[in-house]
């Protein structure tokens, strides 16, 4: 005898689902049997999180995020694993809208989420505009040159995919 499967009606297929599994971040198969995040360490990232507003830099957050993810080693985990771990607690506003509506589980490596995030938060545009700034630098009108030369570092650090070498 044939197994009879369940009626499914039309409000069946209009109904809410549950939403407790999605992510657009896949969890990554972990290698330790205890992976537990400390609260201390959740409390750093939430205290520092990203919105993505225009003043916002989001290569500072990168770095800023993965220093604090270094405070805290887990015995056979991979740093790439805390990181995809901790990262949707390091957003919020309209970066963590932008995270939830990215494809379900179509983010498997550190470097998808990496390359995304920045592909959004400083587009092509942005680091256009950052590079027109370093070629035109100019050193203002009575500034030190040790203040000048920090103001262009800081403009370097800005954009770490400038693409010039030392000599230019």
């Not at 969890?27 to 205890?34: F, S």
């Amino acid at each position: 005898m044939a197994e009879e499967r369940p009626r499914i009606t039309l409000g069946d297929h209009v109904a809410a689902n549950s939403t407790t599994n999605f992510s657009s971040i896949a969890t990554p198969a972990i290698i330790a049997t205890n992976f537990e995040i400390k609260p201390t360490l959740l409390n750093l990232i939430q205290n520092n999180q990203y919105a993505g507003l225009d003043h916002e830099d989001p290569y500072l957050h990168l770095h800023t995020f993965i220093e604090l993810c270094g405070t805290m080693k887990i015995h056979q985990v991979p740093e790439d694993v805390i990181w995809i771990k901790l990262f949707p607690f390091s957003l919020l506003g309209k970066a963590k809208m932008w995270l939830n509506a990215l494809p379900h589980q179509s983010l498997t490596r550190w470097s998808d989420i990496e390359t995304k995030f920045l592909a959004r938060f400083f587009p092509l545009a942005k680091i256009n505009q950052a590079k027109s700034e370093i070629v035109t630098f100019l050193q203002k009108q009575d500034e030190l040159l040790s203040k000048a030369w920090e103001r262009y570092k800081s403009l370097l650090r800005r954009c770490p995919s400038h693409g010039f070498d030392d000599l230019t």
